[in-house]
């Protein structure tokens, strides 16, 4: 059974750093992308970032410059470096992790909250 155990999230400053982790395990089949998603009150899940095996990346436009996001492959380990919060950035935070052949998965989703 797979899981996704997410940490990091919490409260935040504007202009201040947060780190956001996510390890999945459970599964025998290689991970081919993972990545963070965002849902802020009142708003859409939206993709803040995803990274593929090979370590290709792609953004949001609203946090292109500010997040980065990185993986170890060795464990099965996503993560999410947010500088420059902004309180816009408040949301629950989900990590999502494509398996070759099972599918996709989420975890719990983390609270990043950001005042000003």
């Known amino acids: 059974q797979v899981q996704l155990v997410e940490s990091g999230g919490g409260l935040g400053q504007a202009g201040g750093s947060l780190r956001l982790s996510c390890a999945a395990s459970?599964?025998?089949?290689?991970?081919?992308?993972m990545g963070w998603y965002r849902q802020a009150p009142g708003k859409q899940r939206e993709l803040v970032a995803r990274i593929t095996r090979g370590g290709d990346t792609n953004y949001v436009d609203s946090v292109k410059g500010r997040f980065t996001i990185s993986r170890d492959n060795a464990k099965n380990t996503v993560y999410l470096q947010m500088n420059s919060l902004q309180p816009d950035d408040t949301a629950v935070y989900y990590c999502n992790v494509d398996y070759y052949r099972t599918g996709s998965y989420w975890g719990q989703g983390t609270q990043v909250t950001v005042s000003s």
């Open positions: 459970g599964s025998i089949f290689s991970i081919v992308t």
